[in-house]
C-alpha cells in the first residue's frame, strides 16, 4: 500500500487525521515512524503557507508523499486572531488551557452576539513529484465564557459551533470529524489521495 505521511507533532490533531483518512487507501505514517529531521518554525503569515512549508520539508526530508495540516480559530472581535498564532497565543510553550484562557479574558466584556469565530484548517498534500494540493476548511461558530467538555483538544472546549447546544469539546469524536474543518479539508484531499493508491 502507498505510504502516505502526516507531517504533525501534535498528537490529538494526529488521531483526527488519522481517523479521517482511515479507508483512504494509503498507509499512514506519524513523524515519530520516520527518521527525524530538523522541522523549521511555523514562519508563515497564512495557514495554507505554513500547511505547504510543512508538507515541503516532510518530502525533502522522508521522499514519502506527505500532509501537514496548519489550522487554527479566528475570532472576529479580535480581528481574526489568534490565527495562525493559535498554537502559541499565550507564549511559546503550547499550552492549550493557557491558550483558552487568555482568549476568554480578552473576550469577557464582548457581548454574545459578537462572540462569533471560526476554526479554520489548511491542508497540503505534497508528492515527491513536487505536485502540490492545497484545501481549506472552515467551521463557523462562537465562543462561549467557560471551557466545557473534554474531548478533541485546543479551543475546543470554548467553541460552539454554529447550530449547536454543545461545544466541540462536548461532541463525539464522530460528530466533530462529520462537520469539523479538519473533516471538511481532508475530505477535499480525499480523491487526490484514491488516485495516489491506484498510481
Ligand atoms: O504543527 P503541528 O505539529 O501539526 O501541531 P500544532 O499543534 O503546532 O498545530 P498548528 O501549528 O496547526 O496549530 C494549531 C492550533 O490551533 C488550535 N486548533 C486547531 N485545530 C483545532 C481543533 O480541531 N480543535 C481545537 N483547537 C484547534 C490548537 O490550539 C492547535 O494547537
Ligand atoms: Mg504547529
Not at 505521511?5 to 506519524?30: D, T, Y
Not at 520516520?34 to 522522508?62: C, H, M
Not at 489548511?122 to 463557523?140: C, F, Q, Y
Not at 479551543?155 to 447550530?163: A, R, V
Request: glycine share 8%.
Amino acid at each position: 500500500m502507498t505510504q502516505l505521511l502526516l507531517a504533525s507533532r501534535n498528537a490529538k490533531k494526529l488521531a483526527e487525521l488519522r481517523r479521517i483518512l482511515a479507508g483512504a487507501g494509503v498507509e499512514v505514517l506519524g513523524l515519530d515512524e520516520v527518521a527525524p529531521y530538523p522541522e523549521s518554525p511555523e514562519t508563515g503569515a497564512t495557514f495554507e503557507d505554513n500547511a505547504v512549508a510543512k508538507a515541503r520539508e516532510a518530502v525533502a526530508a522522508t521522499g514519502l508523499p506527505s500532509v501537514a495540516d496548519d489550522s487554527g480559530i479566528s475570532v472576529d472581535a479580535l480581528n481574526g486572531m489568534p490565527g495562525v498564532l493559535s498554537a502559541r497565543w499565550a507564549g511559546r510553550a503550547k499550552n492549550d488551557a493557557a491558550n483558552l484562557n487568555l482568549v476568554l479574558e480578552q473576550l469577557t466584556d464582548i457581548p454574545d452576539e459578537r462572540r462569533t469565530a471560526r476554526f479554520v484548517c489548511a491542508t497540503a498534500l505534497v508528492l515527491p513529484d513536487t505536485t502540490e494540493i492545497i484545501v481549506r476548511g472552515e467551521w463557523p461558530g462562537s465562543l462561549v465564557r467557560g471551557p466545557r467538555g473534554t474531548n478533541g483538544f485546543g479551543y475546543d472546549p470554548i467553541f460552539l459551533p454554529d447550530g449547536e447546544t454543545r461545544t466541540s469539546a462536548e461532541l463525539t469524536a464522530a460528530e466533530k470529524d462529520a462537520v469539523s474543518h479538519r473533516g471538511r479539508a481532508l475530505r477535499l484531499l480525499l480523491p487526490h489521495l484514491k488516485a495516489l493508491s491506484h498510481a
